[in-house]
């Protein structure tokens, strides 16, 4: 069973939807969490960062963790053509340079 | 401020052959991390650089190896190439490396093995 495992998708949503993208893990010693974007092509880039358990707003991007249940989640308001990429989620103990990730979800947003 | 730079872009090997992997990371970055990223396994950690050591390393074979120089670029090595080991191997560069630190990657480099 892999340390963390995030909802498969693939996620097609129409223009100015909700997006909710999730992912659950096993190790008690997490204490970093990432989303990464990632377009065709290129390298993941972060998107948003959490220490612990609470949530995080940058613009449209909410990140929500909680330790208790282990689940972490991205919500995407107001979804863009743009935003259409893949979306890994990470997470680290001690070293951001040593991060896993979930196998990411793939989201399409239609105009 | 020039980003992350790994080359070639695009790699086809053979069963059997060796591959060197390069990457630059950010100016003033001193650690370094390499990852494998396929279809079926997602991104894995392979290992980190930090000041020319080792730092961490994940769950690859010995066939897998890296070493960092002392103006932090950083190479990575594979012998004896396998067909499962056709892949987008993606570096990543921070200041330190540090729990808080963001960490940005390379466009990659996609091995293919033939």
């Known amino acids: 069973q892999k340390e963390v495992e995030q909802d498969p998708g693939p996620l097609s949503v129409p223009e100015g939807a909700i997006v909710s993208l999730n992912c659950t893990y096993s190790n008690s010693a997490f204490q970093y969490f990432m989303w990464y974007r990632q377009y065709s092509r290129k390298g993941p880039e972060l998107l948003m960062y959490?220490?612990?358990?609470g949530n995080k707003e940058d613009g449209r991007f909410t990140a929500q963790v909680d330790k208790s249940s282990k689940y972490i989640s991205l919500f995407i308001r107001d979804s863009q053509p743009s935003d259409s990429a893949t979306y890994l989620c990470a997470m680290s103990a001690t070293n951001a340079g040593k991060s896993t990730f979930g196998d990411g979800t793939t989201l399409t947003v239609k105009p | 401020k020039a980003g992350v730079t790994q080359t070639p872009r695009y790699l086809i090997k053979t069963r059997g052959q060796q591959v060197t992997l390069s990457c630059s990371p950010i100016?003033?970055?001193?650690?370094v991390s390499w990852y494998q990223q396929t279809p079926g396994q997602g991104l894995q950690f392979l290992f980190e650089?930090?000041?020319?050591?080792?730092?961490n390393k994940g769950n690859f074979p010995g066939r897998f190896s890296g070493r960092q120089f002392s103006n932090s670029r950083s190479e990575m090595n594979v012998s004896t190439l396998e067909l499962g080991d056709s892949a987008l191997y993606l570096c990543a560069s921070s200041s330190w490396g540090g729990p808080d630190e963001k960490l940005f990657f390379g466009s990659g480099t996609q091995l293919s093995v033939l």
């Open positions: 100016s003033g970055h001193r650690s």
């Open positions: 650089y930090f000041s020319e050591t080792q730092r």
């Open positions: 959490t220490y612990s358990s």
